[in-house]
């Protein structure tokens, strides 16, 4: 079985008060510890976007921790939809 096979790749969409609060950076460093790969980043309409890609038990995880986020998030919705692995060796921060 290829590693690919092993791993699961999601779509995150947070709304609340997500942007402001330490949510991105603590995702990356989350996501890092957790050897998920994928992006993190602010949107326009205030919600926070993000694509998880490693092993499902570690992306599970992280997407437990952003149901509540750090410590001065207020997340009101998470919306998850399987994504396709846009092949990225890290996690990373988008403006």
Known sequence: MEAAAR???????VRGRVQG???RDTLRRRADAA????????TEDGAVEALLVGR???????IEWM??????AVVLKLVTEPATDPGVDTFEVRP
């Open 7 to 13: 791993e699961s790749a999601v779509h995150v969409v």
């Open 21 to 23: 609060v330490f949510y």
């Open 35 to 42: 050897g998920v790969r994928g992006w993190v980043r602010n």
């Open 56 to 62: 499902p038990t570690a992306v599970d995880r992280l």
């Open 67 to 72: 149901r509540s986020g750090p410590e001065d």
